[in-house]
């Protein structure tokens, strides 16, 4: 026989998982906004010259499990959602080179799930469907969080291509995590999705379903 209290925590536990529901869908619709924002802007501004500047990359290390900082310099645009990708477009490329002490298969590696693509900056661009930034979503009646949210949304292809691992999995997160986090002090939190939807893990074992803190790059953190 069911009790009250089991009556009270599924009611308790029902509600929360509607809420997330919500919280989630809210959440995609903010970045599929974001997108089209930003699609209808590009074209007005029309291409910029900008100067390059001094990037920190966190490359991570499958020998130790350690992440080294890498500066290099870059054009970098000025829109914040469009610096945050080429940050990671240029950190998940760096996963593919050759002497890459974090390796990724290339697309189009068989038994990868991926398409050639028949260029580096090509495989780049392919790895991630798109970044997006928005305020930090917080219950009504409190007051605004300080910081943002980046939504980082995987390519499928991307996590096919992933090692399966958890310690090769949280590398990549906290390697991300790091690189934005030196670069954009703005954004607090990181939230993951693969092919614009919520996937439990990126490759089997680290978890995407939580939101993360853009300060957590302690290695073998979850």
């Given at each position: 026989?069911?009790?009250?209290?089991?009556?009270?925590?599924?009611?308790?536990?029902?509600?929360?998982?509607?809420?997330?529901?919500?919280?989630?869908?809210?959440?995609?619709?903010?970045?599929?906004?974001?997108?089209?924002?930003?699609?209808?802007?590009?074209?007005?501004?029309?291409?910029?010259?900008?100067?390059?500047?001094?990037?920190?990359?966190?490359?991570?290390?499958?020998?130790?499990?350690?992440?080294?900082?890498?500066?290099?310099?870059?054009?970098?645009?000025?829109?914040?959602?469009?610096?945050?990708?080429?940050?990671?477009?240029?950190?998940?490329?760096?996963f593919r080179e050759p002497k890459s002490?974090?390796?990724?298969?290339?697309?189009?590696?068989?038994?990868?799930?991926?398409?050639?693509?028949?260029?580096?900056?090509?495989?780049?661009?392919?790895?991630?469907?798109?970044?997006?930034?928005?305020?930090?979503?917080?219950?009504?009646?409190?007051?605004?969080?300080?910081?943002?949210?980046?939504?980082?949304?995987?390519?499928?292809?991307?996590?096919?291509?992933?090692?399966?691992?958890?310690?090769?999995?949280?590398?990549?997160?906290?390697?991300?995590?790091?690189?934005?986090?030196?670069?954009?002090?703005?954004?607090?939190?990181?939230?993951?999705?693969?092919?614009?939807?919520?996937?439990?893990?990126?490759?089997?074992?680290?978890?995407?379903?939580?939101?993360?803190?853009?300060?957590?790059?302690?290695?073998?953190?979850?």
């Amino acid at each position: 026989m069911i009790t009250r209290a089991q009556q009270i925590l599924f009611v308790v536990m029902l509600v929360a998982v509607v809420a997330m529901a919500a919280f989630l869908i809210r959440l995609r619709e903010r970045a599929q906004d974001r997108l089209r924002a930003l699609q209808v802007e590009a074209p007005a501004s029309g291409p910029v010259s900008a100067p390059p500047e001094s990037i920190a990359l966190l490359i991570p290390n499958d020998t130790d499990g350690s992440l080294l900082e890498t500066r290099r310099s870059l054009p970098m645009p000025q829109d914040e959602s469009a610096r945050a990708r080429v940050l990671l477009e240029t950190l998940l490329h760096s996963f593919r080179e050759p002497k890459s002490t974090h390796p990724i298969a290339p697309l189009g590696t068989p038994g990868n799930g991926g398409a050639a693509s028949g260029q580096e900056s090509g495989a780049a661009s392919q790895d991630l469907d798109g970044i997006f930034l928005m305020p930090i979503p917080e219950p009504r009646g409190l007051p605004p969080a300080k910081g943002q949210m980046a939504v980082v949304d995987f390519s499928a292809a991307f996590a096919a291509a992933h090692p399966s691992g958890i310690e090769p999995e949280t590398l990549t997160l906290l390697a991300i995590l790091g690189t934005l986090h030196d670069n954009l002090p703005d954004i607090t939190q990181v939230r993951f999705l693969v092919d614009g939807h919520e996937k439990d893990t990126l490759a089997g074992h680290a978890d995407l379903t939580r939101v993360y803190l853009a300060s957590d790059t302690a290695t073998g953190s979850q």
